[in-house]
């Protein structure tokens, strides 16, 4: 795509539409022009603006990883317009997608070291990106240890990977969903998110963890993570503020000073504890 | 600075001659009760009796609504016709005034960080601005505060100086503006030397914008402060849409049937809803998060992250406030307090 | 010191009250909404014609709405608002004060929504000379040039919204334009998305719109905005015999039917 406009979308083929969970969707998203694909690079932790023709664009991260080629993933919770839209859409349907922005998950600083990724309902996808870049890359890290909570049994996103994780020795997978949330043959943990990371009083020494998810989830998480001892420049988190260009130019998702389309969306714990109180 | 002198026949003359070569010549033109920037099809349209437009001169290069690219959709295929940087026309800005002038440069700031908003900066580079020296003011005017003035040159390509024979002293600024005055070299004349700065407005300068800069900061969690200052503001747009450094927007998608196009329209983050998230959730709930947003993108973000002020001092925001928010004021107050 | 400002201070250092809501001199003369909490700034109010401004929208303000030792110092434009406001329950009997002016320059004390509404009564209701030669200039227009005249009017609309914030009748959380599943109304601001906002909006407020004008005043671009909210309050009067903001307990033309409400308009 020869283009100046950065307003522009690639257009992409919806190839696969995967339902997994009530109201989310992931779309495996295929580009129409071969040269956009030849061309389209990305690296975990970055986003996109997906756009349906006719209603409009809305934000969603890149929840597939970078060394998967010739395709990108979206998965999306239906939550109002765009999002209803998207939903109703069929394989073999186009949308348009510009991206990717923002920066990203440092993995190269990573090297060596342990990895906790703690995430909760629909925030896995950040999540899965970096986790499958990881384990693509998995020769670089020692252990990697996921946490996954969400509400119920059904509100689990990627089940098949979740199961495809928790089969692999060389990851260590808790799943977990909140009390009441929990069906007959449930065989994972059942509490909320920080209470059974507190139960699991992880290793500091030489671990990064990831946390994502929802507001009250990542609140009750850091004090825990700070109790077992990690630094606040070994925890990330990623923000999402109302965006609308993804470039630093609308103007609506900075937090002080600081731009989540550009500066972010990931950020460490450190970083985040000096911006101010809004987000 | 090469100076000229602008006869005003020549002036007419020239923009006569502009309009005959097909340039869009844009200029202040008094439309029923308001004097506000518009395409002009003849000399006798421009009106010089004005402070200020209503609304900036950005429009020119950021106009209320940008059609960004063309779609259709047919059955289940997406096609996309691009945005034709061709149609961008070469236009002459005429009258505008120095603060808004220099506006540019911020609003170029944002279009330009990082990522390069071609179809503003096309708009941009294919106008040649006529600056026009403020030679009255009003009690909203505080560019000296801002580190501009009434004579200033910056952001225009030519600036022109209204003399007491209704002549015009011609200040050439940039390259644009060379070629401009070479291409109608017929016009101008040799400058007559008479003294500019006597021909200017007086702006007493009430504060130095360095003062609100370096105290900023140091307010942000100051949340009654915030709160107290924004009381009669009642959260609308007016300030931000007729401002010349305001770049806030949303992007929106109109069509009928299966064709349409995707829009750039002005949006304010004074408005409540700017920042709601389709959860519910708002990071900026109350008017004195938002007012707080307005000053501190102007007076704190863009000075650091884009080394530029976003406010000129043109009093637009206030002159235009349905509840005389005297930004002015507030930045006086943001020293004192 | 005036009247105003003695009467003010006296009731800010009762500690009654703790908040006067009124005018103070703005910029280039212009008076401006102030908010008073010392009895040593109120000498900063002042009441006179420049004093135009329909302050009602500041009553159900987040930040005031729930402080019950309020004052408001009202013109005849925020009275009639607050009665609208009162008979659509958005404010509530006793939760402020009202200072209001006699014809001879006298302040009223309005404590109840009975006193106010009494007190309005003895208000003029109609519109200004200047306002009603303006819907007389329009009405008599042909149906071709009214068309022209409001088209070449909402082509200068921008969709700040101004007209809507100061409006103390615009107070939906959410407004239909707003809305946009599905969107009712096109976001950016074009003839046709203004028109239609505008006419929607209109239609919102028919038989509620207590013709202060604030929304032209508040216009950046001064369209005569008013002259629609005007029109279809005119309309209510006269075919529904509903006039906004003259009776507490009102319910307005839209929000009730009569068994001999007109309905030659429905074809
Ligand atoms: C960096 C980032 C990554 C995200 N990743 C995902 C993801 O992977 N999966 C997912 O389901 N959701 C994600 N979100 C949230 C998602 O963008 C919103 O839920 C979505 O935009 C709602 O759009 P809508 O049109 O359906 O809703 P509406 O309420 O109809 O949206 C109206 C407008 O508001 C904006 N908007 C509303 N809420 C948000 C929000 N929380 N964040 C950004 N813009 C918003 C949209 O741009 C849209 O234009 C992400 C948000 C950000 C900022
Ligand atoms: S903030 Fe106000 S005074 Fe400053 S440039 Fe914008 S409109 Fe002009
Ligand atoms: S954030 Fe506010 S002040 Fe800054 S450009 Fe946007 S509307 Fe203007
Ligand atoms: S400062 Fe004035 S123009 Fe700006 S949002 Fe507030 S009320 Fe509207
Ligand atoms: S105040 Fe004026 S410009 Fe703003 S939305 Fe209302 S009519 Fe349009
Ligand atoms: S999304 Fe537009 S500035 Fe960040």
Redesign the interface.
């Known amino acids: 795509m020869e283009?100046?406009?950065?307003?522009?979308?690639y257009?992409m083929q919806i190839e696969k539409v995967s339902e997994d969970a009530p109201f989310v969707k992931t779309f495996r998203l295929k580009f129409i022009n071969p040269e956009d694909a030849e061309s389209f690079s990305f690296k975990t932790g970055q986003f996109g603006e997906y756009?349906?023709?006719?209603?409009?664009?809305s934000t969603f991260c890149i929840a597939s990883s970078p060394t998967r080629k010739g395709y990108i993933e979206c998965t999306f919770r239906k939550?109002?317009?765009v999002?209803?839209a998207l939903s109703d859409l069929e394989e073999?349907?186009?949308?348009?997608f510009r991206g990717p922005y923002g920066n990203v998950f440092p993995i190269d600083e990573w090297k060596g070291k342990n990895l906790l990724f703690i995430a909760g309902g629909i925030a896995l996808p950040p999540m899965r990106s970096v986790i499958w870049n990881c384990l693509d890359l998995r020769e670089n890290f020692k252990d990697i240890t996921i946490l996954y909570g969400a509400k119920s049994v059904a509100d689990l996103v990627y089940k098949h990977e979740l199961r495809e994780w928790d089969e692999r020795p060389d990851v260590k997978l808790v799943t977990t969903v909140d009390p009441g949330g929990e069906t007959h043959d449930w065989t994972g943990e059942v509490g909320f998110v920080p209470t059974i990371l507190d139960k699991m009083a992880p290793k500091a020494e030489n671990t990064i963890a990831i946390v994502c998810g929802p507001?009250i989830m990542i609140k009750y998480t850091f004090p825990i993570l700070e109790k077992c001892g990690f630094a606040d420049e070994m925890v990330y988190t990623t923000l999402?503020?109302?965006m609308?260009?993804g470039?630093?130019?609308?103007?609506?998702c900075?937090?002080?000073?600081t731009?989540v389309c550009?500066d972010g969306p990931v950020f460490s714990l450190k970083q985040l504890k000096q911006m101010?109180d809004?987000? | 600075m090469e100076r000229k002198l602008l006869t005003k026949d020549s002036y007419r003359s020239l923009i006569t001659k502009l309009i005959g070569q097909n340039y869009q010549v844009v200029a202040p033109v008094k439309k029923d009760t308001m004097i506000d920037f518009l395409k002009i099809s003849s000399f006798d349209e421009i009106t010089e009796d004005y402070i200020v437009t209503v609304s900036s001169a950005k429009t020119v290069a950021f106009p209320r609504n940008e059609k960004l690219f063309d779609y259709e959709k047919q059955n289940k295929k997406l096609t996309q016709q691009d945005y034709d940087f061709d149609s961008i026309p070469q236009s002459v800005l005429i009258g505008v005034r120095p603060c808004d002038a220099f506006g540019f440069h911020s609003l170029s700031s944002i279009f330009c960080w990082d990522s390069i908003d071609k179809i503003y900066t096309t708009r941009l580079e294919r106008t040649t601005i006529i600056g026009l020296s403020c030679n009255k003011s009003d009690d909203y005017c505080f560019c000296t505060s801002t580190k501009g003035s009434p004579g200033s040159t910056a952001g225009s390509d030519i600036l022109l100086t209204k003399m007491t024979d209704g002549n015009y002293i011609v200040e050439i600024v940039t390259e644009k503006g060379a070629k401009l005055v070479a291409d109608f070299s017929d016009l101008f004349t040799a400058d007559g030397g008479v003294d500019k700065e006597s021909l200017l407005a007086k702006v007493a300068a009430n504060f130095n914008v360095d003062d609100v800069l370096a105290k900023i900061n140091s307010k942000f969690e100051d949340e009654a402060f915030w709160t107290e200052q924004a009381m009669r503001c009642i959260g609308c747009g007016a300030c931000a849409y007729v401002c010349p450094t305001c770049a806030c927007f949303d992007i929106q998608d109109e069509s009928h049937g299966g064709k349409g196009h995707r829009v750039r329209c002005w949006e304010s983050c004074g408005l409540s809803l700017f920042t709601l998230h389709t959860s519910g959730h708002n990071p900026r709930e109350n008017q004195g998060q938002r007012w707080r947003q307005r000053l501190m993108h102007k007076f704190s973000y863009m000075p650091d992250r884009l080394n530029t002020i976003g406010c000129v001092g043109c009093g637009r925001c206030s002159r235009a406030c349905p509840v005389d928010m005297n930004i002015a004021e507030h930045c006086m107050s943001i020293i004192e307090n | 010191m005036n009247n105003l400002q003695q009467k003010a201070q006296q009731l800010l250092e009762s500690g009654n009250y703790g908040l006067i809501v009124g005018y103070e001199k703005g910029t280039s003369g212009k008076a401006r909404p102030v908010f008073i909490r010392k009895a040593e700034h109120a000498s900063k109010l002042i009441f006179d014609e420049s004093c135009d401004q329909n302050i009602a929208v500041y009553l159900y303000r987040q930040e005031i709405k729930h402080d019950k030792k309020k004052v408001i110092v009202a013109n005849h434009h925020t009275l009639k608002s607050i009665v609208e406001l009162a008979a659509e329950n958005q404010v509530f009997d006793g939760d402020f004060m009202v200072l209001a002016f006699a014809g001879n320059g006298d302040i009223i004390e309005l404590n109840t929504f009975e006193e106010i509404e009494k007190h309005v009564a003895t208000l003029y209701h109609g519109l200004t000379e200047a306002e009603a030669a303006m819907m007389k200039k329009i009405e008599d227009m042909s149906l071709e040039d009214r068309w022209a005249f409001w088209e070449n009017e909402f082509s200068k609309c921008i969709k700040c919204y101004a007209c809507r914030a100061s409006c103390p009748m615009c107070y939906c959380p959410t407004c239909t334009v707003e809305i946009n599943q599905p969107q009712w109304i096109s976001v950016p601001s074009h003839t046709l998305g203004n028109l239609e906002w505008h006419v929607m909006r209109a239609m919102h407020l028919a038989g509620r719109c207590v013709t202060c004008g604030q929304c032209g005043k508040a216009c950046p671009l001064e369209l005569p905005i008013q002259l629609l909210t005007y029109k279809v309050a005119l309309d209510s009067k006269q075919f529904f015999d509903s006039v906004a903001g003259t009776s507490i307990c009102a319910d307005n033309a839209l929000a009730i039917f009569k068994p001999e409400d007109h309905e030659n308009f429905i074809r």
């Open positions: 283009t100046q406009n950065i307003y522009l979308p257009i756009s349906v023709a006719g209603v409009g664009e939550a109002g317009r999002t209803t073999g349907n186009t949308i348009g507001p999402e503020n109302r609308k260009c470039f630093g130019k609308c103007g609506r900075n937090v002080g000073k731009y550009k101010p809004e987000y």
